[in-house]
């Protein structure tokens, strides 16, 4: 069964960045399209970047373009997230997620467990 690991997670003073990683454990992820997501308390988890597997083709959600960038790893198994400028309302737990290996298209099937993200004002 495939582990995605994330790490970078925080507390960062608004306007602040932060780096976060995933790292999938079978190398053949390094052929899955991978995403970033997030839930806040009493929200719905939303999609916060995804790139696809050669990482060619990012797309963002609009409340993050312009201060966040998704990007794959040497080792194409790995993605990062780069988070600038960050706001009080990006706080969130980000979860790192991969789709099957070689499909370009359907739902986000593996899951990391969360990292906590919190931007103070």
């Known amino acids: 069964q495939v582990q995605l690991v994330e790490s970078g997670g925080g507390l960062v003073q608004a306007g602040g960045s932060l780096r976060l990683s995933c790292a999938a454990s079978?190398?053949?992820?390094?052929?899955?399209?991978m995403a970033w997501f997030r839930q806040a308390p009493g929200k719905e988890r939303e999609l916060v970047g995804a790139?696809?597997?050669?990482?060619?083709?990012?797309d963002y959600a609009d409340s993050v373009k312009g201060r966040f960038t998704i990007s794959r790893g040497s080792a194409k198994n790995t993605v990062y997230l780069q988070m600038n400028s960050l706001k009080p309302e990006d706080t969130a737990v980000y979860y790192c997620a991969a789709r099957a290996p070689y499909r370009s298209s359907g739902s986000f099937d593996y899951w990391g467990q969360g990292t906590q993200v919190t931007v103070s004002s």
């Open positions: 079978e190398r053949t992820f390094g052929s899955a399209a």
């Open positions: 790139i696809s597997w050669n990482g060619v083709s990012t």
